[in-house]
C-alpha cells in the first residue's frame, strides 16, 4: 500500500498578498477621509470640471518585525512589574517635519498615491442629502411612471414569463395524474406576469445657485464660490434624478445663465445683490411654483452690498424663505470682517435659513456638510 504523507500548512501564508492589499486600500481610504477638506479645494480637480488627479501622501506600510532602539543604549529586558497586555511602556521621540534643524535618523517614508474624482464623491456624498425633500403634485409631465406587476395570466409574451409558477403549475398537474415527474410542461401549465403603469407623485427640487461676480470678488472669493457650487452640482447630479439647477450671476444686475459661463465669466461694477433675489422670486412665480418643486436657493458673496440695498435685501430674503424650503447664504469673507450684509441676516431668525462665512478653501467641506444635513446641526 502506498504511504501518504498529510502535513498542515498555515493558509495565512497563502493570503498574505490579498490582506496586503486590504490595508493599502484602508490606508488609502482613510487618508481620503482625514484629508476631505484639502481635496475639496484642490485646483486640479475643480479648474479640469473633475477630470484632473492629486497625489495624496500616504504613510509606507512596512512588514511587521521586531525593532530595536536606535540611541544603542545599554538596555536589559526587565520590567518593574504589575504591567498588563497592552500597557505602553515607552514611546520614541520622533520630531515633527521641520523641527530642531538638520539630524542624522531616518526620516518616515511617504508615497504618493492618485485620488480620483470618484474616489472623494464616494466619501463625501454619502452623508449629504436635501434637507426636508417632499414629494410634489407635479402633474402628468412631472410624474414617475412605474411599471408594478399586478397579476398572473395563462397567456402572454416568453419575456414575461413567471418561471417558478409554471413549475409549480406543472408540478400540480402532475401530481393530480398521479406521476412523480413535472415534465412534460404542456401549454396550459404557462404562467405570465402583468404589469400595470401606476404614475405616482416624484420629489422634484430645483436648486437656484446665485453668485456675486461684482468687482469686490477677487480670484479668492470667485474660486470658493465656485470650487462650492461644483461639489453642489456633481451631488445633486449623482444622488438626484429629478433635480434641477438654475445658475443666475449678478452685479447690479441679475442674469439667467447657462452653466459654462456661470463657471467662467468674469465681470465687474457694483453690488446690488437685491437684483439677485427679485430675479429668483420672478422665476419661481412663473416657472417653478412651491406646489411642484422644492426651493433651495444658495446665495454666495463678499458681502459688500450697497448700503442702502440692504434693507431691501432683508424683505426679499423673507419673501424668498416663505417659498422656500430652505434658503442659504454663504460669505466668503478671509479678512475677519464683519459685513454689513451679514449683519442684518442675523437678525433674520429663521429656521428655514442657514448661513455660512468661508475664511478658508478648507471651510467648503464643512460648509457642504452645514448646508445639505437634515439634521439641525451648528455652525462649525
Known amino acids: 500500500m502506498k504511504d501518504f504523507n498529510l502535513s498542515y500548512g498555515d493558509w495565512d501564508l497563502y493570503h498574505k498578498g490579498l490582506k496586503d ?40 506600510m512596512d512588514e511587521y518585525k521586531l525593532r530595536y532602539d536606535s540611541n544603542e543604549r545599554n538596555q536589559i529586558g526587565q520590567g518593574a512589574g504589575g504591567s498588563e497586555v497592552g500597557d505602553v511602556i515607552g514611546r520614541l521621540h520622533m520630531p515633527k517635519q521641520g523641527e530642531g534643524g538638520a539630524g542624522e535618523r531616518p526620516g518616515v517614508n511617504d ?86 403603469d401606476v404614475r405616482k407623485p416624484e420629489s422634484r427640487a430645483v436648486v437656484f445657485a446665485l453668485m456675486d461676480t461684482s468687482g469686490s470678488m477677487g480670484a479668492f472669493e470667485k474660486y470658493i464660490a465656485r470650487s462650492f457650487f461644483f461639489w453642489m452640482k456633481r451631488f445633486l447630479e ?12 449678478h452685479h447690479t444686475q441679475a442674469r439667467v445663465c447657462d452653466e459654462q459661463v ?35 436657493p444658495v446665495h454666495f458673496s463678499d458681502g459688500d452690498n450697497l448700503s442702502s440695498d440692504n434693507s431691501i435685501c432683508v424683505a426679499l430674503v423673507k419673501k424668498l424663505t416663505a417659498v422656500s424650503t430652505l434658503f442659504y447664504y454663504g460669505e466668503i469673507n ?9 449683519k442684518v441676516y442675523e437678525q433674520i ?31 462649525p
Open 111 to 196: 508615497y504618493g498615491v492618485n485620488v480620483s474624482l470618484d474616489d472623494i464623491e464616494a466619501h463625501l456624498f454619502k452623508d449629504l442629502e436635501l434637507p426636508f425633500l417632499q414629494a410634489k403634485e407635479n402633474g402628468h409631465d412631472g410624474e414617475a411612471e412605474a411599471a408594478i406587476y399586478r397579476d398572473v395570466r395563462t397567456s402572454g409574451t416568453m419575456g414575461n414569463l413567471d418561471k417558478r409558477r409554471t413549475l409549480v403549475a406543472a408540478m400540480k398537474r402532475h401530481i393530480i395524474q398521479g406521476t412523480s415527474s413535472i415534465f412534460p410542461i404542456t401549454r396550459d401549465d404557462l404562467r405570465f406576469k402583468t404589469w400595470e
Open 334 to 342: 478671509p479678512y475677519h470682517r464683519q459685513s454689513t450684509l451679514m
Open 349 to 379: 431668525k429663521n429656521e428655514h435659513n442657514r448661513f455660512f462665512i468661508f475664511k478658508t478653501k478648507q471651510d467648503i467641506y464643512p460648509a457642504l456638510k452645514y448646508f445639505f444635513s437634515a439634521k439641525e446641526t451648528e455652525i
Open 21 to 60: 492589499q486590504q490595508r493599502h486600500d484602508d490606508k488609502v481610504q482613510e487618508a481620503i477621509k482625514n484629508n476631505l477638506g484639502h481635496l475639496l479645494s484642490e485646483e486640479s480637480i475643480i479648474m479640469t470640471n473633475g477630470q484632473g488627479m492629486v497625489r495624496l501622501p500616504i504613510r509606507l
Open 238 to 249: 449623482t444622488k438626484y434624478a429629478s433635480v434641477k439647477i438654475v445658475y443666475i450671476a
Open 262 to 296: 456661470f463657471f467662467s465669466q468674469c465681470e465687474g461694477g457694483g453690488t446690488i445683490c437685491s437684483s439677485v433675489y427679485a430675479k429668483t422670486l420672478e422665476m419661481i412665480a412663473t416657472s417653478y411654483s412651491p406646489k411642484r418643486y422644492s426651493i433651495y
